[in-house]
């Protein structure tokens, strides 16, 4: 039988402390956290200048959100081939700029509410288009900018 031996109460008080401690935030998912908030905030806010800008008058097509969107989906398909095929970026410019600031500038919400307004608003056929325009049309605009981004980097490397 093995038995213990005494340890100073310097060598037990420093074993908690350093089984109890935590890992810092920062050290793992904390910095793409915060950059991920602050691209948000970008975004959403390019969002609404747009549609303080260009404002939609009550039961008619949401064309602001609607063209947000569909630019927003070009955007982060151009993105993503320069950030796959071109560039080594850092690992906080993705959830920066493709997750917060276009993930906040497009918008599913808005473009949900935009589609109740419509429907309890008794505009159900402009509801109908808008709620079948915007996917159809954001995923050929994504489409279509992957496909010229990549055919552009194509005819540059001749």
Sequence with gaps: MRVPRPQSADAVGAAEAE????????????????????GGGIGAGARYGASLLWPTPTGGFPWTIFVVNLVGCAVIGVFMVVITD?????????????TGVLGGFTTFSTYAVGVQELVSGDHPRIALAYLFATPVG??????????GARRVLAWRQR
């Design 19 to 38: 089984s109890s401690r935590q890992p810092s935030p920062w050290r793992g998912q904390g910095p793409v956290v915060a950059v991920v908030a602050l």
């Design 86 to 98: 071109v560039w080594a970026a850092h690992r906080l410019v993705r959830p920066f700029f493709g």
């Design 138 to 147: 954001a995923l050929a605009s994504v489409w279509l900018a992957v496909a």
